[in-house]
């Protein structure tokens, strides 16, 4: 099938909410590296890695070759059955993650894996009403959505009852009008009063991402957690930190995003990047809250050997090639990029993120700070005539987010930002 074909068959068989990028979507039909390929044959710098997915790059060889070695000896089992693959996994997240997080279950998403982690703490503290944040995004299932706070993906007239949303720490517009440097965290404080006016008093859990990534790589204050986590473990909840889009070294120097705070979760989960592309969710907890969960329980898919496999050798590969420090590195040089569009541009209003998760949020001008979604598909459209592929998000949809394989060389991230240049350029005038 052509291009055209291929969106005729999408737009005849699929569900319609299945959105595409780009008003002529891009059809890909190969990949390597950071480099993809679509049905006419151009080639594109994927700078989005998938949705934060394909960590390593694409197709990476090692990757490949372990999912090979393991199909032909042994595919699928369920959880009904240990293997070895799921234990290595879950010994090696048990060594890159922060504080007592020992013990994991895993599944095949995010979605899942955030599910998981909700029943976990409601399990342990017998409680059941969740504390989520604005701006947040946390799956699509129904659960998952009721967490979400966006309204593009709160379809449901009767969401999950018991989920209850605090201000987001969005300095840029903070829901409180203050500054950063005078602020004294009021977005974290005011958790305080959302449990005593709007729950029990004895919340199950405070679910929180590090970087609120679908919410346009919202980059909470340093303070943020401490204030917000001691509050909600002061009335009997524990923490589940969804680093999903932030693990693995993405946010630099550390493997997980929450340990840039200096806070420990009881809870954690990942997805995404794990296994460079194939479907794998965890949920990681303390020995002690995931003992409580003595009820019987199986995934199917989750823990699969051919995902393990995936998830093993990508781990392996980001231990080996110190993801952290590399992704650290290359992203003072995307920051710098960034900050120097910020005072060239006037529709540029604030730059944000860690590492190689980095984004920019458009407005009219900077004194108005109106949410300027029509210059964001701008710059997406230029950056596809640039032969660069970028990723947006926020909830007014003005946010440009970048979050290139964390492999990528420096020539590679060179002639990126050269094509980024010129996409800001085009931009410009569009």
Known sequence: MNRQETLDKQKELLFPCIANYYDEPVVLTKASGTRVTDVDG???LDFFGGILTVSLGHCHPEVVDAITKQAQTLGHTSTLYPTQGQLIAAETLARM??????????TNSGSEADETAVMLAKIHTGSSEIIALRHGYHGRTHLNTTLTAHKAYRLLQSPVAGVKHAHAPYCYRCPFGAKPESCDYQCATDIEELIQTTTSGKPAAFLAEPILGVGGFITPPKEYFKIAVDIV??????????????????????????????????????AKGIANGMPVGATIATE???????GASISTYGGNPVSMAAANATLSIMEREDIPARAARMGKKITAMFEGFKEQYEWVGDVRGMGLMQAMELVETKKCKSPNAVKTNAVMEAGKTEGILLGKGGLYGNTIRITP???ITDDEL???MSRFTKTMARADKM
């Open 233 to 270: 473990r002061k009335y009997g909840g524990v923490f589940i930190c969804d680093e999903v889009q932030t693990a693995f070294g993405r946010t630099g120097d550390k493997w997980c995003g929450i340990e840039h705070y200096g806070v420990e979760p009881d809870i954690m989960t990942f």
């Open 288 to 294: 002690e809250i995931a003992n409580s969960w003595t």
């Open 414 to 416: 060179d002639e990126a």
């Open 405 to 407: 394989p964390m492999l």
């Open 97 to 106: 993650t922060p504080g007592k997080l020992k013990k994991t279950f895993f």
């Open 42 to 44: 151009v080639e594109y």
